[in-house]
C-alpha cells in the first residue's frame, strides 16, 4: 500500500466513514420532459435512513454507456436552494451546469444536502425559512456532541450519490466525475481524496489551507469542523490524495476562500509527479473574488467535457 492509500484508509477509519453501499434504492417522483433531457426528480437511500431528495439529468441524444458528474451544490447562505440551483431552476445562472452538461451529453446527478432546500425540517421547497441559520448549526453541534461529524454524513451522503450513478445502465462507471463550487467545492475535495471511484473532479472556490483561514479570521464552513483535523492533515493533502486523477482547481484573486490555492496546489504537486501524471493537477486564477463569473462557468464546462471524454 503506498502513502496516499494509507492516508486514504486512515481518514476515512478516522471520520468513520463505512464503504460505499453498492446498491441504492432509488425512486422517480416525476419527470419533466426538456427539449434536449429529461429531468427526472427522485429520491434516494442514504445512511440513517434518510431520502434524498435529487434531480437526475438525462440527455435525449445519449450515447451509452455516457460519462456522468456528480454536482454538489453551493452554499451562499441561502439554504433554501440546493439542487434546483445547479439544475438552472432558481438562484445565480452561473451555477446551473446541470443542464449545461446535459447538453454536452453527460448524465447529471444534483441531490439536496443536509439541511438545504427539500431537506430542511422546517420546510421544503425554494423559500428561506427563518431557523435555517439555526438547523444547520444544531446538525453540526449536535453531531460533534454525539462524537460524529457534519462531514462524515455529508461524505457519506455523496457517496451514496456516486454509487447510484454508477448502478445506472446508461452510465460509464469509470468516467464519473465531481464537480463543486464553494460549499460543494468542500464536498468535492473531500469526496475526491477519500472515494477512488471519483475519475475527475473540479473544486472552484475552496481550496484554502485550515491554517490561512484561522491566520485571516475567514470562517470555516460548518462540516469542516472536524476536531483534530490539523494533527492529521492540511487541505494540500487532500489534493495529494486525488492523485494521479485530473483535477481542476478555479481560485479567484481577492477570495478569500482560496486566499492560498496556488501554494496548496503547489505542495501537493509532487504527488502527482510521484504518481506519473505531472499535468493531471491543474489551477487557474482568475482575478475577482468569491463569485463564479462567466468566463470561470465556461471554463469550468471545457474542462469537464474534456475530463469525461478522456478517462
Known sequence: MNDRATLRAELRHWLELKPPPIRVDT???DIDAQPSFERRRIRFAAAEGDWVPAFLL?????????????????????RHFGKSEVCGLVGDPLQAFGPALALRGFVVLAADSICFEDRRTNCAGVEPHADDWLQHYNEMSYRLLR??????KVLDDAEAALSLLASLDVVDPSRIGVLGHSYGGNTTLFQTALDERVQYACVS?????????????????????IPGALERFEVHDLLKLAAPRPMLVVSGSEDRY??????????ASPSYVD??????LQHREYQ????????????????IGSAGAMV
Open 27 to 29: 425512486s422517480v417522483v
Open 58 to 78: 438525462v440527455p435525449n441524444e445519449l450515447r451509452r454507456p455516457a460519462p456522468a458528474v456528480l454536482i454538489h451544490h453551493q452554499h451562499n447562505s441561502e
Open 147 to 152: 462524537g460524529d461529524t457534519l462531514m462524515r
Open 205 to 225: 472556490g475552496a481550496v484554502c489551507s485550515f491554517r490561512n483561514k484561522m491566520q485571516h479570521g475567514t470562517g470555516i464552513e460548518m462540516a469542516e469542523i
Open 258 to 267: 482560496s486566499r492560498d490555492a496556488a501554494e496548496m496546489v503547489r505542495l
Open 275 to 280: 504518481a506519473g501524471a505531472p499535468d493531471e
Open 288 to 303: 475577482g473574488g468569491h463569485a463564479l463569473t462567466r468566463e470561470r462557468f465556461d471554463h469550468i464546462l471545457e474542462w
